[in-house]
């Protein structure tokens, strides 16, 4: 009997039954090529939890003939990693590939991160790290210079059903046992991780006993409710619709309401700190420029500390975005820019205005009467003449 978790028991083999990441694993994208070629190369696989990252690595190792050794970050050594490389030599020497899986790899800090360096570079090992965090800031320049990063994003909802339809035929659990209604609350309920939602569903057959496993067995296995919020439906559109009307009118009680919402239906919080970015420019604007600041730190603190940490940051932004002056002359001034543009798309540049680095130039009239100086304003101003009393600020 195997006694391994269901989410182990579950974890694919080879490219062809990996679900979801079709923009790493499709026909001619990178992953695949690896795999094709049989010629792995150092990674840094950067995603979510339960996105695949330790599968795909495996893969890679066994789909082209490499030994594959695997340490986390959090527990291995100076001297497991002194053993690895010492492996990977012999294995050089007989002509075998080693890859070193090192789970999340933000974990090391720089000097361990640097103890990679020359076994890379001489091709002992090749590196494949696994983290959640952004890499640029986590990653030392070296290494990242040395790998390729690729991004995995969240499983979508469909591709969580697919998983847990497989795992449902393994398990030999019949649409009685588990009806598709549970199944998709129970991808719901997994924010895009495959690991939980297998994770959930061992747990709601044990918990059922035999019996049919109903929303009640899901939502206790899981230990959460079902929100009235479905981030690929109509709700998550409303309820970030009212998000950001609650901000535009100045209501930081409703907004605050609104996010509230969102984030304990599982959604990605960097999606929300994304549009109050753009709500920043479109909305304050230049009544209040310090506002876009902010949004964009917000993005940053979210990406780099992550939930629920973050929490904070995007409640902090949020009421401010709400209490902060509005002005809608940036968003109007660029849509009348745009549509200037596409009416005048080829009007000559004035002469005076054009770069002049030879004598011919600026024999011709180019540059002519511009200084270089703060402020300056040449007398036949800076539009095309067919423009000149054109103001977008009007």
């Known amino acids: ?40 190369t150092s990674l840094i696989l950067w995603g979510p939890p339960g996105s695949g990252k330790t599968s795909l690595a495996r893969i890679i190792a066994r789909q082209t003939d490499s030994e594959f050794i695997e340490l986390s970050a959090v527990t291995a050594s100076k001297a ?47 590196l494949i790290g696994a983290t959640t965090e952004n890499p640029s800031f986590e990653i030392i320049n070296p290494l990242l210079s040395r790998s390729r990063v690729i991004v995995l994003e969240p499983l979508k909802k469909q591709a969580i059903v697919t998983i847990l339809k497989r795992a449902a035929k393994q398990e030999k659990l019949s649409t009685k046992k588990l009806p598709s209604t549970s199944i998709d609350l129970i991808a719901e309920l997994s924010g895009g991780d495959a690991r939980v939602a297998l994770s959930n569903l061992e747990l709601a057959i044990h918990l059922a006993d035999g019996k049919t496993i109903d929303q009640r067995i899901v939502e206790l296995s899981a230990q959460a409710k079902v929100p009235g919020y479905d981030k690929q439906g109509d709700n998550h559109y409303n309820v ?128 002519q009467g511009y200084q270089w100086q703060a402020g300056f304003k040449h007398a036949e101003g800076f539009m095309p003449k067919e423009l000149k009393d054109v103001n977008l600020f009007d």
């Open 1 to 40: 009997m195997d006694v391994r978790p269901l989410a182990e028991r579950m974890r694919p083999e080879t490219l062809s039954q990996v679900v979801g990441q079709e923009h790493l694993i499709g026909k001619s994208k990178i992953i695949s090529q690896i795999v094709e070629a049989k010629q792995p």
């Open 80 to 126: 497991d990693v002194v053993k690895v490389v010492s492996q990977a030599e012999v294995n050089q020497r007989l002509g075998m590939k080693t890859i070193l899986f090192v789970d999340e790899i933000h974990r090391f800090n720089k000097a361990q991160q640097d103890a990679f360096l020359p076994h890379v570079e001489n091709g002992t090992i090749i």
């Open 240 to 367: 970030i619709s009212a998000f950001i009307k609650s901000l535009r009118g100045s209501e930081p009680t409703a907004a605050l309401y609104y996010m509230a919402r969102m984030l304990q239906a599982g959604e990605e919080p960097k999606f929300i700190a994304r549009r109050m970015i753009v709500f920043a420019s479109e909305d304050i604007g230049l009544a209040a420029p310090a506002a876009l600041n902010l949004a964009v730190s917000t993005f940053l603190a979210v990406e780099r500390i992550g939930l629920p940490e973050a929490q904070y940051n995007l409640y902090h932004c949020a009421t401010v975005l709400a209490k902060a002056p509005k002005s809608r002359q940036v968003s109007e001034a660029m849509h009348k820019a745009i549509n200037l543009a596409k009416d005048y798309p080829d009007l000559p540049v004035p002469l005076h205005l054009r770069n002049a680095p030879t004598k011919l130039m600026q024999d011709l009239g180019y540059n």
